[in-house]
């Protein structure tokens, strides 16, 4: 049975920081491309970070310099270290490991940032 469980979401203040993590579990970790993303209340679901198999990263524009996405193939873990949050960063984040057509999601964790 796959799982992805994400922590580390919480209430912060504009100017915190939050560090997530995802464990996954049931699938070889290391052969998946993990990704985070976030979907705000009455919004679609976008693209947070994405950090590949051998490492390589991307990130949206809105989090480029603030947000860093790791991994821990021995922990079979995916962080992302969240550093100036603002307001708008508040959704509910999810971690995603894909691996070709095969794709596993979490339950999210909600992160809210107050002004």
């Known amino acids: 049975q796959v799982q992805l469980v994400e922590s580390g979401g919480g209430l912060v203040q504009a100017g915190g920081s939050l560090r997530l993590s995802c464990v996954a579990s049931?699938?070889?970790?290391?052969?998946?491309?993990m990704g985070w993303y976030r979907q705000a209340s009455g919004k679609q679901r976008d693209l947070v970070a994405r950090?590949?198999?051998?490492?390589?990263?991307n990130y949206a524009d809105s989090v480029k310099g603030r947000f860093t996405i790791s991994r821990d193939n021995a922990k079979s873990t995916v962080y992302l270290q969240m550093n100036s949050l603002k307001p708008e960063d508040t959704a509910v984040y999810y971690c995603?490991?894909?691996?070709?057509?095969?794709?596993?999601g979490g339950q999210g964790t909600q992160v809210t940032v107050s002004s």
């Open positions: 950090i590949s198999t051998s490492g390589s990263t």
């Open positions: 995603r490991g894909e691996r070709g057509s095969v794709a596993y």
């Open positions: 049931g699938i070889t970790f290391s052969l998946y491309d």
